[in-house]
């Protein structure tokens, strides 16, 4: 099992940008996949993007070339570094952590890009 907290959300114009943090309550060396995912009122939580423990990363289409996933093992932590936001990034952003079949999500970020 693993707990995991999301920092970093806020309020930001168009074209800002912020980073988020998600720290997890164990090392997260030896788990497989952590990503991103955001949920937008009245739509499916869709995944952001995703990093292996090898370093493979998986983009959405929407963010690629703006959003940059990277985790931090050694501080228990993975990151999502969100350049040029546009209005429609406007979501709660969730932490995910894939640990063999199951799926462990932090509480949420809410993230506002106004224009």
């Known amino acids: 099992q693993v707990q995991l907290v999301e920092s970093g959300g806020g309020l930001v114009q168009a074209g800002g940008s912020l980073r988020l943090s998600c720290t997890a309550s164990?090392?997260?060396?030896?788990?497989?996949?952590m990503g991103w995912y955001r949920q937008a009122p009245g739509n499916q939580r869709e995944l952001v993007a995703a990093?292996?423990?090898?370093?493979?990363?998986n983009y959405a289409g929407s963010v690629k070339g703006r959003f940059t996933i990277s985790r931090d093992n050694a501080r228990n932590t993975v990151y999502l570094q969100m350049n040029s936001l546009k209005p429609e990034d406007t979501a709660v952003y969730y932490c995910?952590?894939?640990?063999?079949?199951?799926?462990?999500w932090g509480q949420g970020t809410q993230v506002t890009v106004s224009s």
């Open positions: 990093m292996t423990r090898g370093g493979s990363t």
């Open positions: 164990r090392n997260i060396f030896s788990i497989n996949t």
């Open positions: 995910n952590a894939q640990i063999f079949a199951d799926p462990y």
